[in-house]
């Protein structure tokens, strides 16, 4: 881009003077360096490259003090886990939910799907589901077709 932007001001300018231009390239602004001394006859532009400076290394980086977190052991305990929904309360203080008999649970509960996600074939045409699946999984073949495509 630095060439192309030094041919560019090397036409523009060359029939203004005899000046010695340096192209710069810094902090994304084009500086034009004069020399005073220079005949307004012939123009030669030329393209210096600038030192580019980057971030100083500060040295090794500290190491951070290591906090041992407090694991807490796992409730194996069979009457708690027949009774309680073990690990539902995340605050420190308080206990965990009491597990209610199912006909005191909505009836929808019951009907989730819990296993693993339906093939395209197991879902009804006209539904919602269906027509993401069918659109993920045509997204997914085009890319896999444009990767073998060369360019």
């Known amino acids: 881009m630095a060439a192309a932007l030094s041919n560019y001001f090397a036409t523009r300018y060359m029939n203004l003077s005899s000046i010695n ?32 400076s980057y971030a100083k290394k500060t040295g090794k ?26 690990g539902s309360n995340y605050f420190i203080e308080g206990k965990d939910i009491e597990l209610k008999p199912d006909s005191e649970y909505p009836d929808w509960l019951w009907d989730l799907h ?27 073949r085009n890319n896999r077709i444009a990767k073998l495509e060369k360019f």
């Open 21 to 52: 231009s340096v192209f710069c390239m810094k902090n994304n602004f084009i500086k034009i360096f004069l020399s005073p001394s220079t005949s307004l006859n012939s123009i030669r532009p030329t393209f210096v490259p600038c030192a580019v």
């Open 61 to 86: 980086a500290q190491p951070v003090s290591q906090v041992e977190e407090e694991v807490e052991e796992v409730n194996k305990n069979p009457q708690d886990l027949v009774k309680y929904c073990v």
């Open 114 to 140: 819990i296993g693993p996600p339906k093939q395209l074939e197991e879902l009804e045409t006209n539904t919602i589901q269906y027509w993401r699946k069918l659109r993920k999984l045509n997204i997914k």
